[in-house]
């Protein structure tokens, strides 16, 4: 490397403190400082209860919010409904097989379910989100 190229290099290198001296604090954050919390908007959130109303459990609001995105955006790309479809089933999958959040699921999901699932999230996403 040129002596150009380390040059730069030294203002992005930065030390990590040594192990437990760490400013960082446990618990919640300091009054008026940002928050990192996840903030829908009204639009958002009547597609996430809609979810909930059609027996939709996701494994958090930011996944169901991902998948419903992806749905929104493939038809503003004007994908046919199998295009939808078929990206959207495997993200789907994916969330049933992980419905309970721990990763891990007695049995795993029935075609049917993944179909039925599936298809509640693209209406949903379809009438509510997009």
Do not use: K
Not at 35 to 61: F, I, K
Not at 107 to 128: C, H, K, L, Q, W
Request: hydrophobic share 40%; proline share 7%.
């Amino acid at each position: 490397m040129s002596e150009d190229m380390m040059a730069g290099l030294g203002s992005e290198i930065q030390t990590a403190p040594p192990h437990g001296q760490s400013s960082a604090q446990p618990g919640p954050g300091q009054p008026g400082a940002q928050s990192n919390a996840l903030v829908v908007t009204p639009r958002q959130q009547a597609y996430l209860d809609a979810l909930q109303e059609a027996g939709v459990s996701p494994s958090s609001d930011l996944a169901a919010l991902s998948i419903g995105s992806y749905v929104c955006q493939a038809h503003a790309a004007n994908h046919t409904d199998q295009a939808v479809w078929d990206f959207v089933a495997p993200l789907v999958r994916n969330e049933v097989a992980d419905s309970n959040g721990d990763g891990v699921r007695a049995m795993a999901p029935s075609a049917g379910e993944i179909n039925a699932v599936t298809a509640d999230y693209i209406r949903i996403a379809t009438e509510r989100l997009c």
